[in-house]
């Protein structure tokens, strides 16, 4: 039986601060400020990552941003593989999101289908001017095309590793890790 075993540290705690803070400031430059801005984490692990953006960008800008939490349980493509009992999240946008510009925010983005998933309940809540996707690693092998506006580290892969990433309080630590199969 093989078991996934860390590989090597692609990003420590100081690591994922910087890519966040850079991430921040594009956010605010593409978008000429925070105005009808809305930051939207993705469950889980998007969800300390937008609040940490927002953390940032109220530090830069002084104003706060909302933020969302967004659960796509039900828009995965392969719910039916996952569980016969799915657990879904509730969803909470704590304002209305038509004519505003959400930034959805996942921690890696590898085939896109968790970010198809993402555009379906957004549109599903209402709709939108525009829509962003921030991430923190972006580790390639699309399957659809999608693609990050905001990206904390490329990383290349093999199909045959897998990116893991620690946040806390989800986590033990704030880190990312390239883990692959060990016989």
Do not use: C, W
Not at 34 to 54: S, W
Not at 74 to 86: A, C, G, M, V
């Amino acid at each position: 039986m093989s078991t996934l075993v860390e590989k090597t540290v692609i990003m420590d705690e100081q690591a994922i601060r910087r890519g966040l803070i850079r991430i921040a400031h594009e956010i605010i430059e593409n978008n000429k400020g925070i105005k009808d801005l809305i930051l939207v984490g993705i469950r889980t692990r998007g969800v300390p990552l937008a609040e940490r953006l927002a953390a940032e960008i109220k530090r830069i800008e002084g104003a706060e941003l909302p933020v969302g939490i967004l659960d796509i349980t039900l828009y995965r493509d392969d719910l039916s593989t996952l569980s016969y009992q799915p657990i879904v999240h509730e969803t909470q946008i704590p304002i209305d999101i038509s004519g505003k510009t959400i930034v959805l925010i996942d921690d890696v983005l590898y085939t896109g289908r968790t970010v198809r998933a993402a555009l379906d309940a957004i549109i599903d809540i209402g709709r939108p001017k525009v829509i962003q996707l921030a991430v923190l690693v972006d580790r390639g092998h699309r399957e659809l095309p999608i693609r990050a506006d905001y990206v904390g580290k490329n990383v290349p892969t093999s199909s045959k590793e897998v990116v893991g990433v620690q946040l806390m309080p989800v986590d033990e630590a704030d880190k990312v890790v390239i883990k692959e199969f060990a016989e």
